[in-house]
């Protein structure tokens, strides 16, 4: 029997592209793109397109496992585990949860998970009622984003922006620390498209990537600088009048303030930190001002810096300094994840903390990207067992070998919920096996366009595979909760999502979800926000048409004073400037760490792998080269290293063994290298065991692109 089931892809990316799965005889035989679906148009990245490698893979966990060797040894075959039934699994689980909490409390339970599944229900809902039942502590889920939602917000005091769909109108497009053909390559045709009729495509990142071979400028600009850059065009734009006054008066406040601050960041005083000349600097505060529509595609590697959410949050006021939202094409997008309205609220149970746990309170709070620290330095209570689950921190947290030494510990008690035998199951007493999306129903939404989807379980649960849903509520069963929340179906928690109330929703539901595929969340009124109602011909929508959302236009902004904070009082609060300002980091190279360890080291995303995901898929590991160092020809040539040569990496938190390749995909003074699974990795560490537990000037995210290192060839001598 042959069938076709609508899906959608759930991993960390801002496409969220929809799927069609073939399946005969309960085998899932073929994953293509949906060609119905406005963004996503029918085509998936490479790694998607072999996704029938990575849940029929060989070596993926089918049941539950208990450990039988040290910690610390694991082999990609479980051999280091034997197989147990469910129910001894989560007997055992259970008694030694009840263990911890009666002798040390419920706070010595951690919860550990992020990106591993974007599904609504996946990545949040049964599980926080677990553990916020249980009174555990709550994990600060800040490793990504959580900076730049900050800054954006500063701004706005909301994560949306410009339609992915509106690109194909703009003039002048900046990526803006936005590798979009290696990690947003669906808005890449509407960008192709834009060019094709005379658009210009200008890429402002400190990296050669897959973006900046094609763009029409390359603008390489030093790590961590991206809030000078932005002060120094606005100083341009501003006193040479280029800035909309009509819309700056009518839908900003603070732009005097910001006036007076500009004058402190000349474009010459801006490309000492930068590295981009002070005439660049000019031509591109020019043309942004002046081609009309501009857009700009800003992501995240702003604000992995020291100070990324200010850097954020001053990108972020270019569009309202020039009034590009008036304009379909123009804007700006980094987040559109704030445009979905649902009851986040009921599935997550937050109340439970003060109602149902022993604590009777909110429990403590710790930050993922501190984890090593968390669990060698933290006491009253110390952490004393954790479940980790969509995630692998033993391969993407900072500060590399201090996680490793805290997972070491004997007396920490680690479940594992995973597809892989990854870093992290190295160093866990049980895993268990977790499903693929094909193997599970959930909800689905984007940050990256604004379009919700239910995607369907296509196929049965490979071996005893279990969702994060299915996983928690059995647990839930284990240790006593009889609350009827925790019975509660995917179905029944799908309605209760949509049923926020929020405009946003209105006349969605799960049946029209099941039947259309994707459904536009309402961007016109009843809302508060305005629309400007022109029409523009977009070939791929189903009635011919595209009505633009144009979210700014006429204001509306979500802040408290309803307009654009150019000046936000609360950061204040924080010790930051409430307008902008710019510091260099303190670890890059105008630091006195620069003395020691001179290269600033960009710890990148590889293209064809999602974070850690994919890293162990044979098919996708052909067409991703890992393990290699790039530099620059006058950094090696100092050092005495030659193309090919091993290099030793290291700072004061530890070192790694790569490979060199000396080419011209970054400047002098930087040095850049791929994430992927430590035990993957020469010497069995991957880079960030260089990388540092310090965190972000809002939203507590990682610092992953504020580093120094130092290089070192390792080729024997003759």
Request: aromatic residues 8%.
């Amino acid at each position: 029997m042959k069938s076709v089931v609508h899906a959608a892809c759930p991993h960390d990316c801002p496409d969220a592209c929809g799927v069609l799965i073939t399946v005969e005889d309960g085998r899932a035989t073929k994953i293509q793109g949906d060609p119905s679906h406005p963004v996503t148009r029918g085509f998936l990245c490479g790694k998607v397109a072999k996704y029938l490698d990575r849940v029929y893979a060989p070596d993926r966990v089918l049941y539950p496992m208990r450990r039988v060797a040290e910690k610390g040894t694991g082999h990609r075959d479980g051999r280091d585990f034997v197989r147990i039934s469910w129910d001894e699994a989560l007997t055992e689980i259970a008694e030694r949860l009840k263990s911890v909490t009666a002798e040390f409390g419920p706070e010595s339970v951690l919860p550990y998970s992020y990106g591993g599944s974007l599904g609504v229900l996946n990545f949040g809902s049964m599980d926080r009622r677990f553990f916020h039942r249980m009174g555990a502590s709550q994990l600060e889920r800040a490793i990504c984003s959580a900076a730049g939602g900050a800054g954006l917000e500063s701004v706005y005091g909301v994560k949306i922006g410009t339609e992915p769909e509106q690109f194909r109108e703009s003039k002048y497009i900046i990526a803006w620390a936005s590798n979009i053909h290696g990690n947003n390559i669906h808005l890449w045709p509407f960008i192709e498209e834009a060019r094709r009729k005379g658009a210009k495509l200008v890429v402002i990142d400190p990296y050669r990537t897959r973006t900046a071979a094609l763009a029409d400028w390359h603008l390489p600009i030093n790590a961590g600088t991206d809030a000078a850059l932005a002060l120094a065009m606005m100083h341009v734009i501003i006193n040479e009048n280029l800035h909309d006054a009509d819309y700056v008066s009518r839908y900003t406040l603070g732009f005097d303030q910001l006036k007076a601050k500009v004058q402190e960041y000349s474009p010459e005083r801006a490309a000492q930190w930068t590295g981009i000349s002070a005439d660049d600097i000019r031509k591109l505060a020019r043309e942004y001002a002046t081609t009309r529509p501009a857009v700009i595609r800003l992501n995240y590697g702003v604000q992995r810096s020291e100070r990324g959410g200010m850097a954020t949050r001053t990108v972020a006021m270019l569009p309202c300094i020039t009034g590009s939202w008036k304009e379909v094409g123009g804007g700006l997008q980094m987040s559109l994840s704030g445009s979905f309205g649902l009851n986040k609220d009921v599935l997550e149970r937050t109340d439970l903390m003060t109602s149902a746990s022993p604590l009777g309170r909110p429990a403590r709070v710790i930050n993922m990207n501190r984890l090593g620290k968390a669990l060698t330095e933290l006491n009253d209570p110390p952490v004393k067992a954790m479940i980790v689950y969509s995630c692998n921190p033993a391969a993407v947290t900072p500060n590399h070998n201090l996680v490793i030494q805290g997972l070491e510990r004997k007396d920490l008690y680690t479940v594992v919920h995973e597809q892989f035998f990854t870093d992290t199951t190295d160093y866990a007493d049980i895993v268990l096996p977790a499903t693929t999306f094909f193997e599970h129903k959930d909800l689905q939404t984007s940050y990256g366009h604004y379009f919700l989807q239910v995607s369907k379980q296509a196929i049965a649960p490979l071996g005893e595979c279990k969702s994060n849903v299915e996983l928690f509520r059995e647990l839930a069963r284990y240790m006593g909760y009889t609350e009827a929340y925790f019975s509660d179906s995917e179905d029944t928690m799908i309605d209760a999502a949509l049923a926020s109330g929020s405009p946003r929703l209105i006349g969605i539901d799960r049946a029209r979800l099941e039947k259309e595929g994707h459904v536009q969340v309402n961007l016109s009124p009843p809302d508060s926000y305005q629309n400007d109602r022109s029409v523009i011909k977009n070939t791929t929508a189903k009635n011919g048409d595209f009505v633009p959302f144009l979210p700014f236009a006429h204001g509306n902004f979500k802040t408290a004073s309803g307009k654009a904070e150019l000046y936000n009082e609360q950061l204040k609060a924080l010790g930051l400037d409430p307008v902008a300002s710019f510091e260099p980091p303190e670890e890059s190279r105008h630091g006195a760490a620069a003395k020691r360890f001179p290269l600033e080291l960009l710890s990148r995303k590889a293209d064809n792998f999602l974070n850690s995901s994919f890293c162990n898929i044979a098919s996708v590991q052909a067409i991703q080269e890992v393990g290699f160092l790039e530099m620059a020809p006058a950094d090696a040539s100092l050092r005495g290293v030659r193309d090919g040569d091993s290099v030793r990496v290291f700072n004061d938190r530890g070192e790694v063994e790569l490979k060199a390749r000396v080419n011209g995909s970054v400047q002098p003074g930087t040095v850049a290298s791929h994430l992927q699974w430590a035990k993957l990795s020469l010497g069995g560490k991957n880079i960030n065991a260089l990388t540092s537990e310090k965190l972000t000037d809002l939203g507590n995210s990682a610092t992953f692109y504020s580093v120094l290192v130092e290089v070192e060839s390792t080729r024997p001598t003759v």
